[in-house]
Structure formats: structure tokens, C-alpha cells
């Protein structure tokens, strides 16, 4: 079994299309972060395991999937029906096959998927990664997967939109393996929290700055949601 931990705010109207989507073999963590849509009850109608996280926040949620997870190999991936499930053992595959520790979706945008302004907070963020921790990737994508008792080692602080950052900072830090892998990004369901305006965008990429800037100078995150 593989844990897939997907974080969830208001996402009703997309989680039936991806819960119904995922591979044999995998288990949905849905981790409702404060929905008032019903998210919770549609993803337990779906199969899933429905984790309640109060603590608002992006990587709130993501750890609290973590600490329910209890497969040896976890998966993230955003709930919005941007991602198809069905790509998830292109990410898990090489870390079950013991040749990466850390997988990460490059995303291949299709029409309207991808907002430019998202696109291109996205491309900074990679570009600094790669000059500062030496990580040859392209793209901080929300679907990834690695081994989830090495990810709890890493003690990751951030509890906001950091959070994807300093994963793979720390385990850059920490030795890991890093590959990515070309997914499918297709256009979501509903409006994003992020990347739908420029607001959200920039807030977004204000949290990966300082995660950045503190990784830097040695120090752990610890923004608050």
C-alpha cells in the first residue's frame, strides 16, 4: 500500500473525479483543512481516509496526512482534479525501485491550466533552488512522493505555503537523491486559493522566500499558519 495525502479546503465539487481515479493500491489521505462545503463528508463517501486538521494552513495539512499516514512510501497531491491520480506510480515507481529518495511531478501544463503569473513565481523559486541547494529540478510540483519515516526525520517547521520548499531543501541538505518526472497538469476544479490570483501567488511565493532565505542562513522555519 501507498499513502497519498491530499491536502483539502472547500474541494466537493473535484474530490468524487480524483477519489474515483486512484490506482489499486493506493490510499487517499484527505485532510480537510477547514472545509465548509461538505468536503469531509464527500471524501468519506469516496473511500477516503478523512483526516481534520484546524490549524489553517497549506503545510498544516500536508503534516498532519503525514503523521496519519502509515505506508512506507507517501504521496501529496492538491485535491483540485489538477492532477490525475492515475500518474502517481510515475512518482512513486522510482522511489520504490531504490534509485530516487525524492520524486517530484514536473508539470506539463494544458491549455488554461496554469496561470503566467503562477508560472512564473514557479520558475523563480526553481531557478533559486538549483543555484542554492544544487537540486536539478524545474518545478516545485505538488505531486511528489518519498519514503515517509526519512520525511518525518527531516522535522519540517513550515506550516504554510513553505512547506513544498523545504522539503525538498532538507532533503537536498540531507543527502536525498532529488528527481522529477513529466505529469499532466490539467485545469482544476473551481477557483485556486493560490494560484487563481495574483494575491495568492505572491503570498505563496512570500512563504518559499523565507523558508529560502532562513535555509540559508542555517536556520529552521517556523512560520505560523
Given at each position: 500500500?501507498?499513502?497519498?495525502?491530499?491536502?483539502?479546503?472547500?474541494?466537493?465539487e473535484?474530490?468524487?473525479?480524483?477519489?474515483?481515479r486512484?490506482?489499486?493500491?493506493?490510499?487517499?489521505?484527505?485532510v480537510?483543512?477547514?472545509?465548509?462545503?461538505?468536503?469531509?463528508?464527500?471524501?468519506?463517501?469516496?473511500?477516503?481516509?478523512?483526516?481534520?486538521?484546524?490549524?489553517?494552513?497549506?503545510?498544516?495539512?500536508?503534516?498532519?496526512?503525514?503523521?496519519?499516514?502509515?505506508?512506507?512510501?507517501?504521496?501529496?497531491?492538491?485535491?483540485?482534479a489538477?492532477?490525475?491520480?492515475?500518474?502517481?506510480?510515475?512518482v512513486?515507481?522510482?522511489?520504490?525501485?531504490?534509485?530516487?529518495?525524492?520524486?517530484?511531478?514536473?508539470?506539463?501544463?494544458e491549455?488554461?491550466?496554469?496561470?503566467?503569473?503562477?508560472?512564473?513565481?514557479?520558475?523563480?523559486?526553481?531557478?533559486?533552488?538549483?543555484?542554492?541547494?544544487?537540486?536539478?529540478?524545474?518545478?516545485?510540483?505538488?505531486m511528489?512522493?518519498?519514503?515517509?519515516?526519512?520525511?518525518?526525520?527531516?522535522?519540517?517547521?513550515?506550516?504554510r505555503?513553505?512547506?513544498?520548499?523545504?522539503?525538498?531543501?532538507?532533503?537536498?541538505?540531507?543527502g536525498?537523491?532529488?528527481?522529477?518526472?513529466?505529469?499532466?497538469?490539467?485545469?482544476r476544479?473551481g477557483?485556486?486559493?493560490?494560484?487563481?490570483?495574483v494575491?495568492?501567488?505572491?503570498?505563496?511565493?512570500?512563504?518559499?522566500?523565507?523558508?529560502?532565505?532562513a535555509?540559508?542562513?542555517?536556520?529552521?522555519?517556523?512560520?505560523?499558519?
Amino acid at each position: 500500500m501507498i499513502d497519498v495525502v491530499l491536502p483539502c479546503l472547500d474541494e466537493a465539487e473535484a474530490l468524487p473525479w480524483v477519489l474515483q481515479r486512484m490506482p489499486a493500491g493506493y490510499r487517499p489521505i484527505v485532510v480537510d483543512n477547514g472545509s465548509t462545503d461538505g468536503s469531509d463528508r464527500v471524501a468519506a463517501e469516496h473511500g477516503a481516509l478523512v483526516v481534520r486538521e484546524p490549524l489553517r494552513g497549506f503545510g498544516a495539512a500536508c503534516h498532519a496526512g503525514l503523521l496519519a499516514a502509515s505506508a512506507e512510501i507517501v504521496c501529496f497531491m492538491d485535491a483540485d482534479a489538477s492532477l490525475d491520480p492515475r500518474q502517481l506510480p510515475l512518482v512513486t515507481g522510482p522511489v520504490a525501485a531504490g534509485t530516487s529518495d525524492l520524486v517530484l511531478g514536473r508539470r506539463v501544463a494544458e491549455a488554461g491550466a496554469w496561470p503566467a503569473h503562477a508560472r512564473l513565481g514557479n520558475a523563480v523559486l526553481a531557478r533559486g533552488l538549483r543555484r542554492r541547494a544544487g537540486v536539478p529540478v524545474h518545478d516545485l510540483g505538488p505531486m511528489r512522493a518519498c519514503r515517509r519515516m526519512a520525511l518525518l526525520d527531516l522535522e519540517l517547521a513550515d506550516r504554510r505555503f513553505g512547506y513544498p520548499l523545504e522539503m525538498v531543501l532538507r532533503a537536498a541538505a540531507a543527502g536525498w537523491r532529488v528527481a522529477e518526472v513529466a505529469v499532466r497538469y490539467l485545469p482544476r476544479a473551481g477557483r485556486s486559493k493560490v494560484t487563481g490570483t495574483v494575491r495568492g501567488t505572491l503570498r505563496a511565493v512570500a512563504d518559499m522566500r523565507a523558508v529560502m532565505a532562513a535555509h540559508a542562513h542555517g536556520q529552521r522555519t517556523t512560520i505560523p499558519a
